[in-house]
């Protein structure tokens, strides 16, 4: 059986992902709307950067965000400007890693539903009085949905299983960073086998359970599922 | 009379378009011309959607854009209405929903009462609850123009709306066209490549090659002007408007007037009173020095001979008065030659056929 001290890793692993996703929607959304319209020559290196968390080795990133959010780091001196101390093994430093780590899983799925829907209907917007902002959630948030599902979904799911991130910029400290991932990690160290699985079963499930609603329910755009 | 001013420069590398265009406030301006003339672009640059370097746009006394006092209204602030070639109809909303986007975000919009007008007029009353993607390609059309027209819009401008059907969906719209084109009481601007198309809806005929106006005018005028190809092609013919007049059941037909004579037509099942827009190709039209009297053409008509083209090839074009009418004559050279036809001499032409375009 899951014991309380899982439990609660459980329940800070769904709020970190859930914070972390509702911020990955909001800078990934103009985001993949800028990089699906632009000519910009940025284009390529911004498009690189978000994608660096895929092909990069979670420790690398964990790594130099700890550097990054310690006291004489960048983020560290900015937050403690701020008068909140520095991020690294906290609750926040774990959502910003999980944000970073997880950003393409957003961006992606959104950039392509974005670049499906053509000039034309933004084009037909605007002559029927539709201003840019306007049409974006009238036309392409509506025609972008499916992307949106998925983007939700992938960006949850994934920071529901991040290791190595958490590893070296949130440590292991008992409902304050510690996650499922690092939980489980901790009853193979103990030879809790049973206590592993219980936890890893859920996990499996769960995952399992979003990518059969993924593939059977999301029909209507074949680009806004990546693993397809 | 004249209050859609348009000046446009634009270069885009390879393509430049130069217009200066004075259209009237009233009917269906038609921009004619080849794939490539800069007709689409310059409806375009009208709507907002491209954006000329050098451009100055007027129309109903408002400026819509003047590049050298920095004004550019963008499209969604203008007054207009659009179609487009495809009908751009957003396919996660049903075509009743796809008709209120625009009208709810505009104060003066058209109203429900004239909205269900404009619904029964296109003929799309049991298409509403549907969805675009289970609409025919006319029928798509039919809503992209009620969605245009429930604006209540200054101006509507079409680019090519019926290019994308085939010709069994363009016959079933044609007529809806039609009817439009004799209701609206605001200016509309017709983007085609159709000769039939500029036959049956155009009042204004606009002609642009290569990014230029070539001509612009009265749809007779222009159609008839010897120095343009229009005039050259197999297909020439000019369109009048004509008023049924009186109906000859024993024969099966209609006789109809126009400034300065009357025709006989085929029997059209209207009104009198009705008007019409009938179409004489140049082809249909021979000319003769005396009046004609044992023949078996109805319509003989005196007219005078107003223009000629030189006798390059084995054809001639003619252009001759009837009345107030503007006809063309396609004739061999040879008969040019034989029958001395000057500028100024009285004939009679003979019309073999003509057709009825609404």
Same mark, same amino acid.
């Given at each position: 059986?899951?014991?309380?001290?899982?439990?609660?890793?459980?329940?800070?692993?769904?709020?970190?992902?859930?914070?972390?996703?509702?911020?990955?929607?909001?800078?990934?959304?103009?985001?993949?709307?800028?990089?699906?319209?632009?000519?910009?020559?940025?284009?390529?290196?911004?498009?690189?950067?978000?994608?660096?968390?895929?092909?990069?080795?979670?420790?690398?990133?964990?790594?130099?965000?700890?550097?990054?959010?310690?006291?004489?780091?960048?983020?560290?001196?900015?937050?403690?400007?701020?008068?909140?101390?520095?991020?690294?093994?906290?609750?926040?430093?774990?959502?910003?890693?999980?944000?970073?780590?997880?950003?393409?899983?957003?961006?992606?799925?959104?950039?392509?539903?974005?670049?499906?829907?053509?000039?034309?209907?933004?084009?037909?917007?605007?002559?029927?009085?539709?201003?840019?902002?306007?049409?974006?959630?009238?036309?392409?948030?509506?025609?972008?949905?499916?992307?949106?599902?998925?983007?939700?979904?992938?960006?949850?799911?994934?920071?529901?299983?991040?290791?190595?991130?958490?590893?070296?910029?949130?440590?292991?400290?008992?409902?304050?960073?510690?996650?499922?991932?690092?939980?489980?990690?901790?009853?193979?160290?103990?030879?809790?086998?049973?206590?592993?699985?219980?936890?890893?079963?859920?996990?499996?499930?769960?995952?399992?359970?979003?990518?059969?609603?993924?593939?059977?329910?999301?029909?209507?755009?074949?680009?806004?599922?990546?693993?397809? | 009379?004249?209050?859609?001013?348009?000046?446009?420069?634009?270069?885009?590398?390879?393509?430049?378009?130069?217009?200066?265009?004075?259209?009237?406030?009233?009917?269906?301006?038609?921009?004619?011309?080849?794939?490539?003339?800069?007709?689409?672009?310059?409806?375009?640059?009208?709507?907002?959607?491209?954006?000329?370097?050098?451009?100055?746009?007027?129309?109903?006394?408002?400026?819509?854009?003047?590049?050298?006092?920095?004004?550019?209204?963008?499209?969604?602030?203008?007054?207009?209405?659009?179609?487009?070639?495809?009908?751009?109809?957003?396919?996660?909303?049903?075509?009743?929903?796809?008709?209120?986007?625009?009208?709810?975000?505009?104060?003066?919009?058209?109203?429900?009462?004239?909205?269900?007008?404009?619904?029964?007029?296109?003929?799309?009353?049991?298409?509403?609850?549907?969805?675009?993607?289970?609409?025919?390609?006319?029928?798509?059309?039919?809503?992209?123009?009620?969605?245009? !027209? &429930?604006?209540?819009?200054? %101006? =509507?401008?079409?680019?090519?709306? #019926? /290019? +994308?059907?085939?010709?069994?969906?363009? $016959?079933?719209?044609?007529?809806?066209?039609?009817?439009?084109?004799?209701?609206?009481?605001?200016?509309?601007?017709?983007?085609?490549?159709?000769?039939?198309?500029?036959?049956? !809806? &155009?009042?204004?005929?606009? %002609? =642009?090659?290569?990014?230029?106006? #070539? /001509? +612009?005018?009265?749809?007779?005028?222009? $159609?008839?002007?010897?120095?343009?190809?229009?005039?050259?092609?197999?297909?020439?013919?000019?369109?009048?408007?004509?008023?049924?007049?009186?109906?000859?059941?024993?024969?099966? !037909?209609?006789?109809?007037?126009?400034?300065?004579?009357?025709?006989?037509?085929? /029997?059209?099942?209207?009104?009198?009173?009705?008007?019409?827009?009938?179409?004489?190709?140049?082809?249909?039209?021979?000319?003769?020095?005396?009046?004609?009297?044992?023949?078996?053409?109805?319509?003989?008509?005196?007219?005078?001979?107003?223009?000629?083209?030189?006798?390059?090839?084995?054809?001639?074009?003619?252009?001759?008065?009837?009345?107030?009418?503007?006809?063309?004559?396609?004739?061999?050279?040879?008969?040019?030659?034989?029958?001395?036809?000057?500028?100024?001499?009285?004939?009679?032409?003979?019309?073999?056929?003509?057709?009825?375009?609404?």
């Amino acid at each position: 059986m899951l014991s309380s001290a899982d439990l609660d890793t459980l329940l800070l692993t769904f709020k970190v992902a859930a914070i972390a996703t509702t911020i990955m929607l909001l800078i990934g959304t103009p985001l993949a709307w800028w990089l699906s319209r632009t000519n910009s020559s940025l284009k390529g290196v911004i498009n690189a950067i978000v994608a660096l968390p895929l092909v990069l080795p979670p420790t690398v990133l964990g790594f130099y965000l700890l550097v990054l959010m310690g006291p004489t780091g960048i983020i560290g001196q900015f937050t403690q400007w701020l008068g909140i101390g520095t991020l690294s093994f906290t609750f926040y430093g774990l959502v910003l890693g999980s944000v970073l780590y997880s950003m393409p899983f957003v961006v992606q799925p959104l950039q392509s539903s974005f670049a499906m829907i053509g000039k034309q209907s933004l084009e037909a917007a605007a002559t029927l009085r539709a201003s840019p902002l306007d049409s974006f959630f009238t036309v392409v948030m509506p025609l972008a949905k499916p992307g949106f599902i998925t983007a939700a979904i992938l960006g949850f799911t994934h920071t529901v299983g991040e290791f190595g991130v958490v590893m070296m910029i949130g440590g292991n400290i008992p409902n304050k960073t510690r996650v499922v991932s690092v939980q489980i990690y901790n009853h193979v160290e103990a030879l809790e086998y049973a206590d592993a699985h219980w936890l890893a079963g859920c996990l499996l499930l769960f995952s399992f359970t979003v990518l059969l609603v993924l593939y059977t329910q999301i029909k209507t755009s074949p680009m806004a599922q990546p693993f397809k | 009379m004249t209050v859609i001013n348009a000046r446009f420069k634009l270069n885009y590398g390879d393509f430049t378009l130069d217009v200066d265009l004075a259209l009237p406030s009233t009917g269906v301006s038609v921009l004619f011309g080849h794939s490539g003339s800069g007709k689409t672009t310059l409806l375009r640059c009208i709507a907002g959607l491209e954006q000329a370097q050098q451009g100055y746009l007027e129309i109903n006394g408002a400026v819509w854009q003047d590049s050298e006092r920095k004004i550019f209204l963008s499209t969604y602030k203008r007054p207009l209405g659009y179609v487009f070639q495809e009908a751009n109809l957003f396919s996660h909303l049903s075509v009743l929903d796809n008709l209120h986007y625009g009208l709810k975000r505009v104060k003066n919009n058209l109203g429900m009462i004239k909205l269900n007008q404009t619904i029964d007029l296109l003929g799309i009353g049991h298409l509403l609850a549907r969805m675009p993607s289970n609409l025919s390609g006319g029928e798509r059309q039919r809503v992209a123009i009620a969605r245009a !027209l &429930a604006l209540n819009p200054e %101006i =509507l401008l079409m680019d090519e709306p #019926l /290019a +994308s059907l085939d010709i069994k969906r363009k $016959q079933e719209i044609l007529p809806y066209l039609a009817r439009l084109h004799q209701q609206l009481d605001i200016p509309v601007i017709y983007v085609t490549h159709s000769q039939q198309e500029v036959a049956q !809806l &155009a009042d204004t005929l606009v %002609i =642009l090659e290569e990014g230029c106006v #070539l /001509a +612009s005018g009265s749809l007779a005028e222009t $159609q008839s002007r010897l120095d343009l190809p229009l005039a050259q092609d197999r297909e020439a013919a000019t369109v009048w408007q004509v008023i049924i007049s009186e109906h000859e059941n024993d024969y099966h !037909l209609t006789r109809v007037e126009f400034e300065g004579g009357s025709l006989s037509l085929a /029997a059209v099942d209207a009104e009198i009173g009705t008007m019409l827009r009938v179409q004489i190709y140049a082809r249909d039209v021979s000319i003769s020095l005396v009046e004609p009297n044992s023949t078996s053409i109805l319509n003989i008509l005196p007219a005078v001979i107003s223009q000629l083209t030189e006798e390059s090839d084995s054809q001639a074009v003619v252009q001759l008065r009837v009345g107030q009418q503007l006809l063309l004559a396609h004739i061999t050279s040879k008969s040019l030659v034989l029958l001395r036809l000057k500028v100024g001499i009285s004939v009679f032409v003979q019309i073999k056929g003509t057709s009825i375009l609404n």
